[in-house]
């Protein structure tokens, strides 16, 4: 449950949930970890992006997640099978993680591991295209998953998510086939409204452009670990 | 942007909403008219289901759209383009329709046709498989869309939409021979949190399963008309 944020109450709160991000943030950056904040639909195909990249990528990174769903465990479950420490979230009513939910999920994490030791922080938000491009919660950046059985009007009619997005992954291309939809102009509508994005286009299903996403996150990780100051590390 | 309603404020606010929307279904009431509230995550359907059933229905039942979109007229030149007045609704930065929002909409509709002459007023809400079902518009009926790409676990992961709904139609079934999904469990889930809710497997598509959900909605309009105390008529 929620409501129109546009007055003054509502940028309160805003700047009060920015201020615990950046709060977060500052954790972060002193575990030298990249923290990625992972939003689409639901059905989109976030868990099982975060199955076949983690499992890709676990013999180069450590990685953790915190999964944040309303209710059930379901997608926590899966993604500690592949053998990743999970944190679920769950948010009850509320249609977006915050930051305040992340820093408590954060002290759970710190319960079983030390998060200095990691490489990359996964935070999967709650399924939904509006609400959780409006929150940050501390990530680095920020990747949106976008169904090709969508349609290719979506980021034209959800314009904040999209332009908000550093990545954006077209998912479930091995659809394609049998949807009335062009690849090509979904990506032409994510560039219109934001020609700065990573775009790939994927198949978790069947592995395709799942390789090109994993050397760019890996250079990612990697750029980003070698550019925090000395000074903060272990901080 | 919203906020969490779990306070004394958010309470009030949907309070207020309440209020609101049952204003809007005295109207409804008064002009013998049913009122649908058209759900789901972007991209599961609506606008193509209400393209080919408003096509198919239109020869027995007058209609009208008041269709949600926090920017762009897209869906509504899309209904437009069928045959039938659309109301445009943009919501901004909201991520769903309220009942004021509606009521502003009506105001519009009744500048260009008589309310009373319809049988049947379609609300296409904003795509979001959370937020919209916490707030009604004055609607008679929920309808809520699942497309089969969407996975089999949406109905427990986002029960507050599937409980509430009174019509839950499963769409994109063309699309089963290509996705790792049983129409049977998704229909399961759906009953496992609303037991009441009639559903409806269908493909805008293709137009399998649609004359059954056809046959219902007619019926559900006549028998909502039939109900209606004579003496609210043209009240």
Redesign the interface.
Known sequence: ??????DT??RN??AANQHRADHNREHFDAWKLLCLNVMS???AGKTSLLERTITALSPELAMAVLEG????Q??ADRLAAVGVPVVPITT????HLDAAMVSGGLTLLQQRLDPAALDLLWVEN??????PA?FEVGEHLKVALL?V???D??P?????MFREADCVLIT?I??LP???VDVSRIEEHVRAVNPRAQVFRVSA?TGQGMGEWHRWLLATVREHAASQPPALVNA
Chains 1, 2 share one sequence.
């Open positions: 449950m929620h409501m129109p944020l546009e109450l509502g709160l805003l639909s639901p059905g769903d309303m209710t059930t379901l997608d009850g009513r509320a249609c709650v399924g939904n295209l509006v609400c409006e169904s059985t969508e349609g009007d979506k034209l009619k959800y314009p904040v479930k091995d659809l049998y949807v009335p299903g």
